[in-house]
């Protein structure tokens, strides 16, 4: 089975820190994304990337960055955290051949910032 | 145009009864239509899909139900079970685009 592991289940972390969010999964995926995911507001893409050093914007990339130097590996940098980014994040990855059709899951980071 | 609209927010069952939760979608490109369920503490899986050639698609107790003319899709979960006790997202996206777009969410609690 794919396993997608973020490196940690809880974060607090206080306003305009930098905070970085490391995700790693071990199928050999071509495709990795960042989602944010809010009550009531469903899950809202971040950032994605299809291969190593390459990244792409979601519908809400604003106060965020990513990084993506190995292909197992995709980070997600707030540059100076907000109160506003308090809340729970999921990496998830996918194969080339079937972009959309199975993302799998991390278990997501929930990150208050204070 | 983007948006994948779900109701409702949140649905509460009897043990064996049916949960039926319903999406709504504008973008008449759109051919890939995925459910996901989520468990707390977990990140969502994959649980059933559809394509607009067929109308409905069941696995065991799930099916996606597709009304390409109303741009409506839904889930119906026969013989609620207090496992199925999740979060369910629809969402939406063409095969060759570059991501889906997901439904707000329905948080299902099944009652024994």
């Known amino acids: 089975d794919v396993k997608v592991t973020q490196s940690s289940r809880y974060l607090v972390k206080r306003t305009g820190e930098k905070v970085f969010l490391e995700c790693v999964q071990d199928m050999d995926h071509e495709n990795m994304f960042w989602y944010r995911q809010d009550p009531g507001l469903g899950l809202r893409l971040i950032y994605f990337?299809?291969?190593?050093?390459?990244?792409e914007k979601g519908d809400i990339p604003e106060g965020y960055s990513v990084s993506r130097e190995k292909k197992e590996r995709f980070s997600l940098i707030l540059e100076s955290a907000s109160t506003n980014q308090t809340s729970m994040y999921l990496c998830a990855s996918s194969t080339r051949q079937v972009l959309n059709e199975k993302l799998f899951f991390g278990s997501g980071t929930q990150l208050s910032v204070l | 145009q983007q948006q994948v609209k779900q109701s409702p927010q949140s649905l509460i069952v009897q043990k064996g009864g049916i949960s039926i939760i319903n999406c709504a979608y504008e973008n008449t490109a759109f051919d890939y239509f995925p459910w996901y369920q989520q468990f707390p503490g977990k990140g969502p899986a994959l649980l059933i899909a559809?394509?607009?050639?067929?109308s409905e698609k069941k696995e065991g107790r799930f099916t996606i139900s597709f009304n390409k003319s109303a741009k409506q899709f839904s889930l119906h979960i026969m013989d609620s079970q207090p496992g199925d006790s999740a979060t369910y997202f629809c969402?939406?996206?063409?095969?060759?685009?570059?991501?889906?777009?997901f439904g707000t969410g329905t948080r299902l609690q099944v009652f024994p």
């Open positions: 990337s299809y291969d190593v050093k390459m990244k």
């Open positions: 969402a939406a996206s063409t095969m060759v685009a570059d991501k889906l777009i």
């Open positions: 559809i394509r607009p050639d067929v």
